[in-house]
């Protein structure tokens, strides 16, 4: 698998992973700022949460860790959690706006 086709497969992986208080995925919410394959095999997502005080970051961060190592090919995963910029909801998607009721 080409670096190119690892970042599919982590995007993928992502849409999978979702904010408990919230029935969207946290890519599509726009949660996640930044993945980077390096080395080909190497995988650092930046992301943020909805807010510093999400009582499901623990959660969430365990689970996107935990799903980027399960992906065939990883051999090290590293998920950084920022707040820089704050979370707004202009980063969802329009399929997230839209399952949300905000178009």
Not at 31 to 38: A, F, G, N, P
Not at 81 to 93: A, H, Q, V
């Amino acid at each position: 698998m080409n670096a190119s086709e690892l970042r599919d497969k982590v995007e993928e992986v992502l849409r999978t992973v979702h904010d408990p208080e919230i029935p969207v995925n946290i890519y599509d919410l726009g949660l996640v700022y930044e993945i980077k394959v390096e080395e080909g095999t190497k995988v650092r997502v930046t992301m943020t949460l909805t807010a510093p005080a999400c009582p499901a970051a623990g959660d969430i961060i365990f689970e996107t860790q935990s799903k980027l190592e399960a992906i065939e090919g990883v051999t090290d995963a590293y998920v950084l959690l920022t707040f820089d910029p704050p979370w707004t909801r202009d980063m969802m998607s329009e399929e997230a706006k839209l399952e949300l009721g905000f178009l």
